[in-house]
């Protein structure tokens, strides 16, 4: 009953004031599944990009944090092929820095932020980390390119809420199984985020 009420509150403030560059929504009439959009920063190799992912609000949230995954494919050293992110905010204590105080709002605006300046030294991704770390100019090469061909909409006429214009999640998962399949062939060296 706590998670319906809080979800339900919280769903309304994303609606009525999202933080810049961010919207989220519940798909059908489901509250535990819900999609959310992160446009690409400013500067950063992302921008102009318009990322999708998918957000499963546990049973016990908010006691416990909601698993958020990028369905659409970005180069990025925290986040990997499956769109799994390494971030402290969603994972518990010890090792996370998850509370019930914080919220879906926040979760994603510190996602954006880790969109902006990646963290290196908490890698999923460790080839691209070292990339970041030693040779930016190739970094922010493939990350701009990975955002032109997946992320940068075909059609320039996206309305914000539209929900005509939101992604297809069958395509951009179909999308995304293609490319990783592309991928294997130079499988990137993978690390666990701790």
Request: charged share 25%.
């Amino acid at each position: 009953m706590q998670r319906a009420s809080r979800l339900k509150r919280e769903l309304q403030m994303l609606s009525t004031e999202p933080p810049p560059g961010i919207t989220c929504w519940q798909t059908e009439d489901r509250i535990d599944d819900l999609r959310a959009q992160i446009v690409g920063g400013t500067g950063t190799p992302y921008e102009g990009g318009l990322f999708s992912l998918e957000i499963k609000i546990p049973e016990r949230y908010p006691f416990e944090p909601p698993k958020m995954r990028f369905l659409t494919p970005i180069y990025h050293p925290n986040i990997d092929n499956s769109g799994r992110i390494c971030h402290d905010a969603l994972k518990l204590p010890p090792k996370g820095a998850w509370k019930p105080s914080l919220n879906i709002s926040t979760v994603l605006t510190s996602i954006q932020l880790l969109m902006a300046e990646p963290n290196p030294d908490d890698p999923l991704m460790a080839d691209i980390s070292s990339e970041f770390k030693y040779n930016k100019q190739l970094f922010t090469e493939k990350a701009k390119k990975w955002t032109e061909e997946h992320a940068i909409q075909k059609n320039l006429g996206v309305v914000q809420g539209n929900k005509e214009n939101t992604p297809d999640p069958k395509v951009s998962s179909r999308k995304r199984e293609a490319f990783s399949a592309m991928q294997e062939a130079e499988e990137p060296a993978k690390k666990t985020c701790a």
